[in-house]
Nanobody, 117 residues
Framework: QVQLVESGGGLVQAGGSLRLACAAS????????MGWYRQAPGKQRELVAEVTRRASTNYADSVKGRFTISRDNALNTVYLQMNSLKPEDTAVYYC???????????WGQGTQVTVSS
């Protein structure tokens, strides 16, 4: 079992910054990829950013240049530094972890990010 706990969400004004953190615990040795997804009301959940154990990254086009994903393998924690936030970034952000084969995945409970104009 893998447990994912997110933190760092909140309310900020447009142009501000937030840093999200997701700590994994439990049976974590097989985790390869960790990432962040988000879901806004009325929209599908979408990938924001992800990072592999060897630090290969992938970002949604909408956040490139503004968000940075990083990972501390020793702490089993993934971070999402969000700068230059826009109102359209408002969503519930979910942490995700999966193994290299992709045959299992775990999700956190989500953390709300609200960006005001």
């Amino acid at each position: 079992q893998v447990q994912l706990v997110e933190s760092g969400g909140g309310l900020v004004q447009a142009g501000g910054s937030l840093r999200l953190a997701c700590a994994a615990s439990g049976t974590i040795f097989n985790i390869n990829t960790m990432g962040w997804y988000r879901q806004a009301p009325g929209k599908q959940r979408e990938l924001v950013a992800e990072v592999t154990r060897r630090a290969s990254t992938n970002y949604a086009d909408s956040v490139k240049g503004r968000f940075t994903i990083s990972r501390d393998n020793a702490l089993n924690t993934v971070y999402l530094q969000m700068n230059s936030l826009k109102p359209e970034d408002t969503a519930v952000y979910y942490c995700n972890a999966r193994n290299a084969r992709g045959d299992w995945a775990y999700w956190g409970q989500g953390t709300q990010v609200t960006v005001s104009s």
